[in-house]
């Protein structure tokens, strides 16, 4: 399956925006699909999951009530909804994906397939 990540943007602090992860493939309903994020000089770092019925997601800690993800497996598309964002929120989201079936998928080394990356940006 083949990735890509859209949506981002430059906003200002506690507003909204909406990240989108394309896929190819057929049998993209069968994958569970993460959202990560890079900030400069940090490690990966997950913010949430989702599995592949789209009726279950499991969240980092800091991304709990602000961070919300969504599928929409006719459209072979995810969804990050981040609201209330803060300046440290500023990073390079990437969705990725896997069709193994643990759960949840909190490591990086969980994914097998990777999309590019989009800059998010929260002004202060």
């Known amino acids: 399956v083949q990735l890509q990540a859209s949506g981002g943007g430059l906003v200002q602090a506690g507003g909204s925006l909406g990240l989108a992860c394309a896929a190819s493939?057929?049998?993209?309903?069968?994958?569970?699909v993460g959202w990560f994020r890079q900030a400069p000089g940090k490690d990966r770092e997950f913010v949430g999951c989702?599995?592949?019925?789209?009726?279950?997601?499991y969240y980092a800690d800091s991304m709990k009530g602000r961070f919300t993800i969504s599928r929409n497996n006719a459209e072979n598309a995810v969804y990050l909804q981040m609201n209330s964002l803060k300046p440290e929120d500023t990073a390079v989201y990437y969705c990725?994906?896997?069709?193994?079936?643990?759960?949840?998928?909190?490591?990086?080394?969980?994914?097998?397939?990777w999309g590019q990356g989009t800059q998010v940006t929260v002004s202060s």
């Open positions: 990725a994906a896997d069709q193994r079936l643990s759960w949840p998928k909190i490591s990086r080394y969980d994914y097998n397939y």
């Open positions: 493939g057929r049998t993209f309903s069968t994958y569970i």
């Open positions: 989702i599995r592949a019925s789209g009726f279950v997601t």
